[in-house]
């Protein structure tokens, strides 16, 4: 055997060593945990308490309350990377953004056309639900915005991209969009402090020991968890309209994208 | 009684899960067709949102299964009908 | 009880063997899309990973999720709900990991395909090759 494969199999067992004799030496705790951490135990007997009104959020989704509210502030930035990966990507394409694609698609055939005819609509509103349930069952924003992406890709794939130059899914809109449902993530947090003039925490949800500013916690009857349910649905449209945006951009022809590429031999 | 014999089957679905998605993973980094390779990593993708499932986390599931099994064979079908199909 | 433990151990060694390979793949083969399949393996297998740990070993009742199905609860009823629940902290962080790995992807194909459309193949070792040329004609 050439000195290759042996350094690679030799690889492969030390990464499976360095791994594994820790963890059964004891690394991780004992497998699987006894009993959950101190901090969890805390969260989740605090999170939907009514008799502890001055530290709960009124969301009886435990996972939902820790991305919104007790840690908020580490999904904000979050979202800003996101934004900022997008802008990246469509930077590598900054000559042929927005512009009309030159071969004529057919799209598929009649069967499969009218089939995703009946299909996507029910994609979209399946989305558009879990996006609003975030704060009551599993579910959110990231969710509900990766499970709506899937329609226009498809509609992309199976109608040929007449679709989406003559609809109002264009690029500029598109970009629009997108902007505007990230300035709505980014004041919703900032609204106590405007309106109390000064007098409120960044990100308070309900009316703590100090400050006595309060988002509603019920909506008709069935609890919404004050600012829970605004920042899902903006960042399900943010995540929505971000992968559309990408995959519109990855889907144009070679003769469009070679635009794209052309004079970078002689150096610019 | 109940309690004892549901608790040790949830373990060994677990255990079997998890050990049947070794093969599809070694099938997928050692295939030459990239086609094939995808498909392999999209299978064991569907094992692993079913282990998730299993360890009883559901907003989870509900963004892999969109993400791992939807949007990323997509992107890397896509990318193999432009680059060409076949490692050398 | 003992029997659990081994098993949810094998769970962690197929883990840890699926996570070598990978890496293996990733540093041995050439090809570019190769290289991308294996990143996105390791990325989902260590996002198992960190929910793993986050179980809990039942012993008298059974475990649920950490979601609260009644709406208007009595302190037994939030007591009960500590000692059953499985571990959210994990979950909130996992959530981000995997929108912020499906982006950077998106990034990582959109490079790829303008590299294939300035070198015209996908092969690392061509690649280097027509790079070290054109080096050494523009420093001659």
Known sequence: ?268 | MTVDLVGNLVFLIIGVVSIASVPFVVLAIESKDLLKAIIFSAVQSTLYSFLLFLLLAPDIVLVYVAVSVGLLPLLSTLLVKKVGRYEK | MDFRIVLFSTAVMALYINIAISVYGIIAKPNLVKKFIGLTIAQDTMNVMAILIGYRLWRKAIVQPPVLTNWSPTPEDIQEFVTRAVDPLPQALVLTAIVIGLAVNIFLVAAILHLYRHFNTVDMDEISKAKREMIVGETA
């Open chain 1, 1 to 268: 055997m050439r000195s290759r494969d042996i350094a690679f199999a030799l690889l492969i067992l030390s990464i499976l060593l360095i791994l594994a004799v820790p963890t059964f030496l004891g690394a991780l705790g004992s497998l699987p945990p006894e009993n959950i951490r101190s901090l969890a135990r805390s969260i989740l007997g605090l999170t939907f308490n009514p008799y502890n009104k001055s530290l709960w959020t009124a969301s009886p989704e435990a996972v939902a309350a820790i991305i919104w509210d007790y840690r908020g502030l580490d999904t904000l930035y979050e979202t800003m990377v996101f934004y900022t990966a997008i802008i990246a990507t469509l930077m590598l394409y900054r000559e042929v953004l927005g512009s009309r694609d030159e071969v004529r698609g057919r799209g598929l055939s009649l069967i499969v056309k009218r089939g995703t005819a009946i299909a996507l609509p029910a994609i979209v509103v399946v989305g558009l639900s879990t996006v609003l349930h975030g704060m009551l069952t599993p579910g959110g924003g990231f969710q509900g915005g990766a499970i709506m992406a899937v329609a226009p890709v498809v509609a992309l794939i199976v109608f040929s991209r007449s679709i989406i130059e003559e609809s109002r899914l264009t690029y500029a809109h598109l970009v629009a969009l997108r902007s505007l449902a990230l300035l709505g993530i980014v004041l919703v947090p900032l609204i106590p402090i405007i309106v109390t003039f000064g007098n409120a925490f960044i990100f308070q949800n309900q009316a703590k020991a100090l400050y006595s500013f309060t988002y509603p916690s019920t909506v008709l009857d069935v609890p919404m968890g004050g600012l829970i349910t605004f920042l899902n649905i903006f960042e399900g449209i943010a995540v929505f309209s971000a992968f559309t945006l990408a995959f519109t951009i990855l889907l144009y022809s070679e003769k469009v994208s070679r635009k794209a590429v052309e004079g970078e031999d002689i150096g610019f």
